[in-house]
Structures are given as structure tokens and as C-alpha cells.
């Protein structure tokens, strides 16, 4: 099976949102963290639905719902980050979420600009 970087760098992202969410709740937040976990999680869940697309189309919404979200998890991120409700670092996490925001733009706009799938 060949490497998918987008999937591969989705996962692990997960397993670290998954990772930040278990310190959150040992600092005793339990909102910010519910909302991350599931935005952070649902990034590479929605990538790899998008392996089983039905049509070009069906992959594009995928891949737009993944970009979504990861921009709905940067929000979060950077609300926890600039709030007093966490002093866990955070650089990390939103050097990621960055980077998976510009692969997923990058491949919901070249398969709009396809015409060969």
C-alpha cells in the first residue's frame, strides 16, 4: 500500500489533539477541550473518508469538510493559547494545524482545477 502523507500527518495529528485533550482536563477544562478534541479528531477522520469517494466531487467535500475543521481547530487553539485557561505550550499543535491547513487547501484546490480524475 502507498504512503498518504495527508493521512498519515491527519492521524498522528489526532493522537496528539488526543494527547492535549487528557493534559486539558488534568488542568480541569473540560469545554475548550471537549470542542478541540472533537475538531482536532474529526481532521483525519474526514481525509480518510475521503479515500472511499464516490466521485470527484464526493472527495472535494471531504477534503473541504477536513479543511474546516482544522481551521475550526486552529480557532481553538489559539483561544486556549491567548486565555488563562491552559498554560500547556501550544506552538506546536498550531505549527501542525497550519501546515495540515495548507495541504488540504492545496488538494481541495487542484481537484477543483482537475480534469483528469
Given at each position: ?65 477536513a479543511s474546516k475543521e482544522a481551521r475550526e481547530t486552529r480557532y481553538w487553539l489559539k483561544l ?38
Open positions: 500500500k502507498k504512503d498518504n502523507i495527508t493521512v498519515d500527518k491527519t492521524f498522528q495529528f489526532s493522537l496528539s489533539i488526543i494527547a492535549f485533550y487528557q493534559q486539558l482536563l488534568s488542568d480541569k477544562e473540560y469545554v475548550l477541550s471537549k470542542q478541540l478534541l472533537r475538531s482536532g479528531t474529526s481532521i483525519g477522520a474526514n481525509v480518510e473518508e475521503s479515500l472511499a469517494a464516490q466521485s470527484r466531487s464526493d472527495f472535494i467535500h471531504k477534503m473541504s469538510l486556549l493559547n491567548r486565555s488563562s485557561l491552559t498554560n500547556i505550550p501550544i506552538d506546536e499543535l498550531l505549527e501542525d494545524v497550519g501546515e495540515i491547513i495548507n495541504i488540504l487547501t492545496k488538494i481541495v484546490i487542484s481537484s477543483k482545477n482537475s480534469t483528469n480524475i
